[in-house]
């Protein structure tokens, strides 16, 4: 029985009154509880725009189309990442173009990133990976110098900052993941953030079926194609709650992130990636980088400690070979590495000191295996 899980998330009888209420109003599609919830992450990240939909995945395809990223275009996207950043560009037609990452933050590699860009390059999606921030900077360098969009997936990036500036701010758009395994979660949904207003109009409009919003409550109409990836006031509901609480869930989880820092330092054959200059990691997942980190999934499992790869080298899977309208620029050896030996612990709101205690000595045992209590 697993008594130390990966995540834990946070739903409290707040949370649950709140998920009532919306209920009993009778209102259950988007309205005024996303409406809130937009505004409350709008008002916490600092930007101008927050729009709530289905899912990050969603997000991040709405954002290449908001920017006219489409078929004969190419797009640069990490290969250590899930496959859904490089899902986006595909499902709108443009090439996907992955490229390495660097071994210790496990975040794209730059100098590659720089050298995969051609003229047909339109967009590159880093990813904020398990809440490190990027450099912002030089992303932003390469912005201006090759006239290209930054597209951000921050899916689990909310809270990490770069340069006193909260990730959602510091790109052309980001897009953040409320799946359970982030820490606001809505159970299902995405939010984009964006300081544009033609984009966050467009991505508004294209989510509410092709509709001028402005005559919504008249007669609608409907001035160009559009879907529905509209966030139910149900879901939005969990998500008002979780924001009301975010400074100290993020504050907890930065401490549960140092003492595991402080509990690991000189056990042997265990290394951490490097938090990125000038950042402020979010914490979102706690890594280390172990040898065989699938043997130490099983033993940890049966000492009742979930513990999980960091994610996926997309090179490695068929989905993402290389076609017409998939390229792999180089060998991924930081990719491979970081598929291969990145593991991560337990961490969520309410965690014990003794339990990261015990997930520490777990692990220095499991890592060389040793012997089950
Ligand atoms: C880096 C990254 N991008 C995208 C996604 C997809 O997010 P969603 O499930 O909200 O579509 C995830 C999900 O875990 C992720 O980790």
């Avoid at 052309?172 to 979660?185: A, E, G």
């Avoid at 509209?230 to 509901?237: F, G, R, T, Y």
């Avoid at 402080?262 to 890594?287: D, E, W, Y």
């Avoid at 400690?305 to 994610?311: L, N, P």
């Amino acid at each position: 029985m697993i008594t130390i899980p990966l995540i834990k998330p946070y739903i409290t009888s707040e949370v649950k009154r709140k998920v009532c209420e919306v209920l009993d109003s009778g209102y259950l599609t988007e309205g005024p509880v996303t409406h809130e919830f937009e505004g409350q992450f709008r008002a916490y990240i600092g930007c101008k725009h927050a729009i709530a939909v289905t899912s990050c995945t969603t997000g991040l395809e709405l954002a290449l189309r908001a920017v006219g990223i489409g078929s004969g275009d190419e797009v640069i996207i990490p290969d250590f990442t899930y496959p859904a950043t490089a899902d986006a560009a595909g499902i709108v037609g443009a090439k996907i173009v992955i490229v390495d990452v660097t071994k210790d933050t496990m975040l794209i590699d730059y100098a590659g990133l720089q050298k995969a860009i051609t003229k047909k390059t339109k967009a590159i999606i880093p990813v904020a990976l398990f809440g490190n921030p990027l450099d912002y900077r030089f992303l932003n360098y390469i912005k201006q110098k090759y006239k290209v969009k930054i597209i951000e997936d921050a899916a689990c990036a909310i809270g990490a900052e770069y340069n006193g500036v909260k990730v959602g701010n510091l790109v052309d758009i980001s897009v953040f993941s409320l799946h359970p395994r982030k820490f606001i979660t809505t159970g299902e949904g995405g939010i984009i953030t964006t300081n544009s207003p033609w984009v966050a109009n467009w991505i508004n409009r294209y989510k509410h079926f092709g509709m001028e919003l402005s005559t919504a409550r008249e007669r609608a109409s409907f001035v160009s194609l559009g879907t529905n990836c509209k966030l139910s006031d149900v879901l939005s509901a969990i998500g008002v709650v979780q924001m009301r609480h975010i400074e100290e869930l993020i504050t907890e989880r930065r401490q549960l992130a140092m003492n595991y820092t402080g509990l690991l330092a000189g056990v042997k054959n265990i290394t951490l990636p490097r938090v990125t200059r000038m950042g402020v990691h979010s914490f979102q997942s706690f890594c280390v980088f172990v040898d065989k980190p699938c043997d130490v999934i099983k033993k940890m499992r049966m000492r009742g400690i979930e513990v999980q790869i960091g994610t996926y080298a997309l090179h490695m899977h068929k989905a993402f070979k290389r076609t017409t309208s998939c390229a792999i620029i180089g060998r991924m050896r930081a990719s491979t590495y970081a598929y291969r030996h990145c593991l991560v612990l337990p961490l969520y709101h309410g965690m014990k000191i003794d339990d990261q205690k015990k997930v520490v000595r777990c692990l220095e045992r499991d890592i060389e295996g040793g012997e089950n209590d």
